[in-house]
Structure formats: structure tokens, C-alpha cells
């Protein structure tokens, strides 16, 4: 047996039936189940956080096999995307010690618990994939921390027991989102407190970089401190290795939000992704002309280096990629949607001329010209069913686009944008907030007539 930090599986048997049921593992139970461990005399009981019996699976299944039964329980009842009864649920077997992060909800049934978790999840915008047979979800969320959602029941028919585990991903966002769940779970969670609490994070955040700012005191210095982060940044994503490329695409998503960054250093960072260059200061900022080739390589072909790829844009060794650079190779295309859904929202801030102007050329660009920026952007909100989070960094681009480009809109029509975003809309609807909200507003933008702008 071995000992271990993270959440791992144990394959036990399964006594109601015959065959192998793979059940999670994390955490230690304080339940009945702690008096089959026999100690000896004198001997301390271990303090383990998860346990290991042979190889687990991995736990994350392939989104898009489940895109059909997701779709089909969406269509039985809009209000809960998991639908299960009681008879689903099963005791908690011996020798597992529960997560620690779990209640015991009495005077419910399952469905009801279960459409709680769905709408909340809805509501904070989580990807997540059902199993109604074994009463589990599998949760990812925007900052990629992947949750698994247990449903037992209790012993003597005493409740329902719902244990909430972390797989992957920071803990301290897991705990935030962990005790959302936990509270719908049990009826007590609140849309519009949820809303209130998003919305005084960013304000907290944006006053925070304020006062950093002001201690800064004059903008020369800022300018200085913002170069040598750009150049931090460069030089990490220029890197062979993964965590620092990683690292890097992170660094130029907080350098493009404004929340967490001051206003000089996002327009200079804006700028230097979407048109290469800072107004005629070329010679200062040479050094990173290499950041926006690798964001576009990014968004384009999934790539830091696009030559690696096919006419199609599709890898020529992704039949042979390891499952570590293919995780890798997601979170980096995902940061480099964010950078330009950040730059492009930065740029709101300039004058509407300035605004024109920049985006202009960045709809140029040799990269990525017009027609497929546009093209790639809309095939990833085409495939929001699978990916949401992209498919809403997506729509953030599109409508700052639409907002400021003519041309952009006209493309997208003639690309039959409005029947992709109507799709996205759809799945927004029924399983991720912020891609609703986002795809409303896009779809009010391709209804606009040009020659009313």
C-alpha cells in the first residue's frame, strides 16, 4: 500500500454485483468505517490523506464522447443537466475513507440534490460531465482545477452523503468553489450573492493595483517596472521547458487585466500583442516583437511554433504526444485566448480613433489577417458543447471585434456566425453562465445594421 498527497482511485469489489467498480479515494473518514482498520496495541492510527491500491485511470474522460448524453439529459429537463434517482445511489463501500469536504444532507431525494449541483455549476460557469449510473460529476473549471463530485447513501438510509474532491489545481480557488457546491448541496446557495461577491473581487483588485500605483508614484516608473515584467515574460515563454512557457502565457494574462495591473502597463502590453509595436518607440521595444508571433502561433495552431504543423493547422505528431505536453498544449492555446480577450478589452480604454487604429492592424497582421482570425475564432465557439471555457474566451475576442470592426462583422455573417453563435447561446443556456451572457451580446451586434454605427 502507498501513501499519497494527492487524490488517486482504489479498485475495490463491488459486493451487490460482481464485477470491479473504480471508485474515488481521498481524505479520511471519522464514519463507522474507521473501526475496520485493526491496530496493534500502542501503535498510532496513520494519518493519510489518500491511499493507492495498483494503477488508477485517468480521470478525466474525453469530453466529447459524453457531448451526445449531456445533450440528451439538457433536453429531458432544462432546469438540471443530472438527473438521477435514489436507486442509483450506493453505500459507501469498507475501507474508504471519505474527503473531509463532505455533508449529509437529510429530507431530500437525489434529483433534487443533484439539480442544485447543476444549476450552480450553470451559474458559475463550471464544465461539467454526469454519470448518472454511478452517481458522480466531473467538474472542470475556468482556472482548469478539476473537481469530482461523489453521491452516496448514508447508512440505515440516514441521508445523503455528497463528498466533493480535488484532482488537479490550485486549492486555495478549489476551497472558494468547493464551498459554493457544498452550500447548493444543501439549499443554501445564492445567484446574486454569488454575482455580488464576483463583481467586489474585481473592485477589490482594481483598488489594490491602485494603491500599488500610487506608491510607484510617477509614470516613468511604472513604464520601467512594466518593461522589465514584459521582459520577465519573454524570456520565460521563449523557453524549451513547459512550466515556464506555462509561466510566462500566465504572466501576459495578468499584464492584459486590468484588475490586476495598471493602466500603462496593460496598454503597453495590449499593444505589443495585437500590432507588434508601440507607436514609434520600435527600437525600445525590439525585444519583444517575439511575444505576438508566439500568442498568434498559439491561438492559430495550438503551438508555440506553427512550422510543426500541416496545412490543416493540425500537429504532425499528435497521434504520438504524451498525455503531460498534450495537457500542456490545452492550458497553453487556453492562455493565449485569454491574452487576446484581455488586449482586446484593454483597448476600450484608449480613444475610439486609437482603438480603430490598433485593431486595424492587428486585423492585418500577416499571422493571423481578418479572415482567419475570424475563421478560428468561430470554430472555437462552435465547439462550445466540448469546451466551453474556450468557446467564451472566444466570444470575448469576437464581440470586441464586432464592437469596433465593420468588417469583422460582415465576415462573420458571411461565415454564418449568427447560427454558431445561436448554438453557443444554447449551451450557455443550459451549462455555462458567462458564454450565455457573452454570446447575447454578439448575437446583438450581428443584428446591427452597418450603417448605423
Not at 206 to 213: A, F, H, P, T, Y
Not at 333 to 357: F, G, M, P, Q, W
Request: proline content about 2%.
Amino acid at each position: 500500500m502507498n501513501v499519497y498527497n494527492n487524490t488517486d482511485t482504489i479498485s475495490t469489489l463491488n459486493s451487490n454485483a460482481g464485477d470491479k467498480k473504480l471508485i474515488a479515494c481521498k481524505g479520511i473518514s471519522s464514519s463507522k468505517n474507521d473501526d475496520k482498520f485493526t491496530l496493534a496495541k500502542g501503535e498510532d492510527r496513520p494519518c493519510f490523506r489518500s491511499i493507492r491500491f495498483d494503477d488508477a485511470p485517468k480521470f478525466v474522460e474525453d469530453i466529447e464522447t459524453h457531448t451526445s448524453g449531456i445533450k440528451k439529459i439538457c433536453d429531458m429537463n432544462h432546469k438540471s443537466n443530472w438527473i438521477m434517482s435514489d436507486e442509483c445511489l450506493q453505500l459507501i463501500p469498507s475501507h474508504y475513507p471519505l474527503e473531509k469536504s463532505f455533508v449529509t444532507v437529510h429530507g431530500t431525494n437525489a434529483a433534487n440534490i443533484t439539480s442544485r449541483i447543476s444549476e450552480c455549476s450553470r451559474i458559475m460557469s463550471i464544465q461539467a460531465i454526469f454519470d448518472a449510473n454511478v452517481s458522480t460529476a466531473s467538474l472542470v473549471t475556468a482556472e482548469h482545477i478539476e473537481i469530482y463530485v461523489s453521491l452516496w447513501k448514508g447508512s440505515n438510509d440516514n441521508g445523503i452523503i455528497v463528498e466533493v474532491q480535488r484532482r488537479k489545481g490550485c486549492p486555495v480557488i478549489y476551497h472558494k468553489y468547493c464551498r459554493n457546491i457544498l452550500d447548493a448541496v444543501e439549499g443554501l446557495f445564492d445567484e446574486e450573492a454569488y454575482t455580488k461577491q464576483v463583481a467586489h473581487n474585481k473592485f477589490f483588485y482594481s483598488k489594490g493595483v491602485e494603491r500599488v500605483i500610487n506608491d510607484i508614484a510617477t509614470a516613468e516608473a511604472e513604464r520601467q517596472h512594466s518593461l522589465l515584467t514584459l521582459d520577465i515574460a519573454a524570456n520565460l515563454i521563449k523557453k524549451d521547458r513547459m512550466d515556464a512557457q506555462q509561466l510566462g502565457m500566465e504572466s501576459l494574462c495578468l499584464l492584459t487585466d486590468p484588475t490586476k495591473t495598471g493602466k500603462e502597463t496593460v496598454l503597453l502590453t495590449s499593444q505589443i500583442i495585437l500590432q507588434g509595436s508601440v507607436d514609434h518607440r520600435s527600437d525600445e521595444y525590439e525585444c519583444f516583437y517575439g511575444i505576438r508571433e508566439v500568442v498568434m502561433s498559439l491561438i492559430k495552431f495550438d503551438k508555440l511554433n506553427g512550422d510543426d504543423c500541416n496545412d490543416n493547422g493540425e500537429c504532425k505528431d499528435s497521434m504520438h504526444i504524451c498525455p503531460e505536453e498534450l495537457d500542456n498544449k490545452n492550458m497553453l492555446h487556453y492562455l493565449a485566448l485569454a491574452v487576446l480577450a484581455n488586449a482586446l478589452d484593454v483597448l476600450k480604454l484608449e480613444d475610439e480613433s486609437i482603438c480603430r487604429t490598433i485593431t486595424n492592424k492587428f486585423l492585418k497582421c500577416s499571422e493571423l489577417p481578418l479572415g482567419e482570425v475570424i475563421t478560428k475564432l468561430l470554430s472555437i465557439l462552435s465547439a462550445a458543447a466540448s469546451k466551453p471555457h474556450d468557446a467564451y474566451l472566444s466570444a470575448r475576442s469576437l464581440l470586441s471585434l464586432f464592437q469596433i470592426s465593420k468588417e469583422a462583422r460582415k465576415k462573420a455573417r458571411c461565415l454564418k456566425g449568427k447560427q454558431i453563435v445561436l448554438v453557443a447561446l444554447e449551451v450557455g443556456k443550459q451549462t455555462h453562465a458567462n458564454l450565455e451572457n457573452q454570446s447575447k451580446k454578439i448575437k446583438v451586434e450581428l443584428e446591427k445594421e452597418d450603417s448605423k454605427d
